[in-house]
């Protein structure tokens, strides 16, 4: 009995404190998610600055729980009270909650999300763990007390795709952060949690909160916080929205300062020493049976080496140590690679670096989609290599009259399959050494007048 009445007293009093933070929360952080501008709230006003949303928070303080399901991509819900986690149901109950399990005067309130950023993806999503928020109660104490509101995301889905981590992961959680939280640290709860994504990304972890990472596929203990946000915002492929938040500016520059914080502290092995003058060039090698392999290689290296530059080989794993990674990018002047995940690598370079992206049939769209809108976010110098018919080997497959090679939009329309199995990975490229050297020679002259 006197266990029992002292775990009350601790709880009484945890929600004396966290009522103060609901308050200041409700005033500072409950915003609409942009969506490409769907939203009035998401918009700006005609001179340049946010429009308030205090309408919006008034229209919100009186209820438990806010969800968002308004967008193609991703839902987000808001359990807006103090809440206990417990990991076995993978729910957030209400605290102190009028709408208890046997009340007969509310109706308990509940929302299921499953945090992750594809949900137009049926067969993915099925992959992604399913959370709960009620405003029910449960009959289980506090074990573990957090000072700041729980963030949930889940690493299931793509992961272990660099693009994936970066697109469907870690830029969404800057949004979401960036947008939900802009004056408050969080603590992050991960969903379908891997111990080797965890290992890779735990030192950016750390530029995202000064908290430890809830892990909630290992839980035995309950965890208890002011708050609790399900889902991440996402703006769009290798999108972020800018936004002049007086608490928290963010843009796509801005996230590439927090990478500089996160890796510029990390123990990495030194990169090779510059060459004097000359401009370094990151080349990102792809081999085997992967796709969008460049044949020629080692002439286009020849190339680029006659051209000017100090050219070095990477080719990333699944475990490549990003700290050495980001060492050796961020103090590069460019990259070349033909489109394929291990460009989202050019995050590391720095604003006026070169970025040359090589794209095959059929790949137009998404070298578009992804890393040429990156390239234009982060101020790089981008040049694109579009290959001809005749540098593809679908020519010497199918014909160069053939409809794969002259018309791949027809083959692609509406059929991703036919997108991923002949034009990303049934397709490998031999460049023309003539034409590449004309690209090859702009992209010299950029990248000197970034070194000089």
């Known amino acids: 009995m006197k266990q029992t009445r002292g775990t009350e007293k601790l709880c009484f009093a945890f929600m004396l404190v966290v009522a103060v933070q609901i308050s200041l929360l409700l005033i500072f952080r409950i915003t609409s998610p942009t969506n490409q501008g769907k939203e009035a709230l998401a918009s700006k006003t005609s001179n340049g600055s946010l429009p308030s949303s205090w309408a919006l928070i008034q229209s919100l303080q009186g209820e438990p729980i806010i969800c968002d399901r308004t967008h193609d991509n991703y839902d ?51 992959l992604v763990s399913e959370i709960t928020l009620t405003t029910s109660s449960i009959d289980k104490p506090c074990e573990i007390y957090h000072e700041s509101p729980a963030l949930v995301f889940s690493v299931s889905g793509y992961t272990g795709n660099f693009f994936h981590d970066f697109n469907d992961g870690i830029i969404p959680l800057y949004v979401t952060i960036s947008t939900l939280f802009p004056d408050q640290d969080v603590t992050l709860v991960i969903a379908d949690f891997t111990n080797w994504w965890y290992s890779k990304y735990e030192v950016l972890l750390r530029a995202f909160t000064k908290h430890g990472i809830v892990n909630l596929a290992n839980q035995t203990s309950t965890h208890c916080f002011p708050s609790a946000a399900v889902g991440l915002i996402s703006h769009g492929p290798m999108t972020i929205l800018p936004n002049d938040h007086p608490f928290h500016k963010s843009s796509f520059l801005e996230f590439r300062s927090l990478l500089e914080i996160a890796y510029s502290k990390c123990h990495a092995t030194p990169p090779p020493p510059l060459k004097e003058g000359k401009p370094r060039l990151v080349f990102m090698s792809r081999a085997g049976k992967v796709g969008r392999v460049i044949l020629n290689q080692h002439e286009i290296i020849k190339a680029a080496d006659k051209a000017g530059f100090d050219v070095v080989l990477f080719q990333p ?31 590391f370079l720095r604003p006026g670096s070169v970025l040359i992206q090589i794209v095959p049939l059929g790949n137009e769209w998404l070298a578009d989609s992804y890393f040429k809108n990156l390239a234009n976010s982060l101020k790089f110098e981008y040049v694109e290599y579009m290959i001809r018919a005749k540098e593809s080997s679908l020519a010497e497959k199918y014909g160069l009259n053939h409809t794969i090679v002259t018309n791949p939009n027809l083959i692609i329309r509406g059929n991703w399959s036919a997108l991923d199995s002949i034009y990303l990975k049934g397709q490998d490229v031999t460049l023309d050494l003539n034409r590449f050297r004309t690209y090859i020679e702009i992209a010299y002259s950029k990248a000197k007048r970034f070194i000089d």
Not at 103 to 125: A, C, D, G, L, Q
Not at 324 to 344: E, F, P
């Open 76 to 126: 987000w819900c808001f359990l807006n009270r103090p809440t206990i986690l417990d990991s076995n149901s993978t729910t957030f109950y209400s605290i102190g909650s009028q709408h208890s399990q046997n009340s007969t005067t509310k109706p308990t309130i509940m929302e299921k999300v499953r945090p992750y950023p594809r949900k137009w993806e049926n067969f993915t999503m099925s």
């Open 317 to 347: 794993t699944k475990f490549t140590y990003l700290c050495d990674a980001y060492r050796l990018i961020n103090g590069s002047h460019g990259m070349i690679g033909v489109h394929g995940a291990a460009l989202t690598h050019s995050l």
